[in-house]
């Protein structure tokens, strides 16, 4: 399609119209547009573009706020490490990059949040320049890089910082060990940090992956970094017990109970409860488990967390549910199918245990 193309707009009147389709068009044509500029940067390439051009032709010089929010961001960094394999392209990739951005900080911070979206080329090309710097790093202390991205500056609020992130991420690339990883981190941010700690959990939880819960469960045997650890795992208990508690509230978000009707809002289409007769006087409403009284703006957390396994009633026995003393009396002698042992639950006689074997009949 892309030679067909070619054939038709000369000079660079198709890139510009592909690179209008890929940052503006529909879903579909934004896709297939972002395909051929592929073809373009091959072609770029084999022409001997210089990246300078091929920035511009990209329109990346022409955004409101930097070229890695652009979706044709990846296709210009493509084409530099194509074009120069050998004049170090991601140092001339960054150098481009700093021209947008007012320090190191938000520079890292920036390719760190982008790292961090929903998986596709632009943050692949993030990654990619973001480990190489890390490598820029690999002599400098974990303090040091904490302070060249200035992170020693911020009063509050570090760990929502996206440079913070990235941080973290390069102090676990620069030890083989996790846990001299783990300790380094907050032996350099300090272990009575004012941010609410459990808010680093998020960042913990991507760089060290799987092996976040052993090295909290290692460093309470740490003691520099007992405190912090014995915290952080209370605070994965809570996240847990609170993700249990948003998913039962997930299973409820479809249940409006106030719109049911009133019989089945009081569960009557269902077996009797033990002790409640189910022709007896209006009374006190017996809650299920799997219905409550009150309304599901109203459940209460337990009531949500027994959503979660609920334990379906048995079959009512019918020696085990007396009926109650405000039912109906004993059935006729005169109706011989009914006995009893044969009776109804509702319509069984009532049995007075406080007299002798002998007078219960």
């Keep these: 399609m892309y030679n067909v193309l070619a054939k038709k707009f000369k000079g660079d009147d198709l890139a510009k119209i592909l690179v209008e389709g890929a940052e503006k068009g529909h879903n579909d044509s934004k896709g297939s547009a972002r395909k051929l500029l592929d073809y373009q940067v091959d072609k770029w390439q084999k022409a001997k573009r210089n990246e300078e051009d091929v920035f511009k032709l990209l329109k990346l010089d022409e955004t409101d706020e930097n070229p890695l929010e652009s979706p044709v961001f990846p296709k210009w960094a493509n084409f530099v490490w194509g074009r120069y394999p050998d004049d170090n392209p991601n140092e001339m990739i960054l150098n481009k990059l ?214 379906p009633d048995p079959d009512p026995d019918p020696a085990l549910d007396p009926v109650s003393a405000s039912g109906p009396a004993r059935a006729s002698a005169s109706d011989p199918s009914l006995d009893a042992d044969s009776a109804p639950a509702a319509e069984r006689p009532i049995i007075d245990l406080n007299k002798p074997p002998d007078e219960r009949h």
Excluded: C
Excluded at 236 to 241: G, I, L, P
């Design 98 to 311: 700093s021209l947008f951005y007012k320090s190191k900080n938000a520079l890292v911070g920036g390719l760190d949040a982008l790292d961090w979206a929903t998986p596709n080329s632009q943050n692949t090309a993030a990654r990619k320049i973001l480990e190489y710097q890390f490598k820029q790093w690999k002599n400098k202390g974990a303090k040091e890089v904490f302070d060249i991205l200035d992170l020693h500056q911020t009063d509050s609020n570090l760990f929502s910082r996206p440079a913070f992130a990235a941080w973290v991420d390069f102090v676990s690339s620069k030890f083989s060990n996790k846990m001299e990883a783990f300790e380094t981190t907050f032996s350099v941010i300090g272990l009575d940090y004012k941010d609410n700690l459990e808010t680093i959990l998020p960042i913990l939880k991507r760089v060290y992956k799987n092996d976040l819960d052993k090295l909290l469960s290692e460093g309470t045997q740490i003691e520099r970094v007992k405190p912090v650890a014995e915290k952080l795992q209370k605070a994965v208990v809570q996240r847990q017990q609170d993700g249990k508690l948003l998913l039962a509230r997930k299973k409820l978000k479809n249940y409006d109970w106030e719109e049911l009707p009133p019989a089945k809002r009081q569960n009557s289409n269902r077996p009797p409860a033990i002790g409640q007769n189910s022709k007896s006087p209006p009374g006190p409403a017996t809650t299920s488990k799997l219905a409550p009284a009150s309304t599901s703006k109203q459940a209460s957390d337990l009531v949500l967390a027994q959503v979660l396994a609920p334990v």
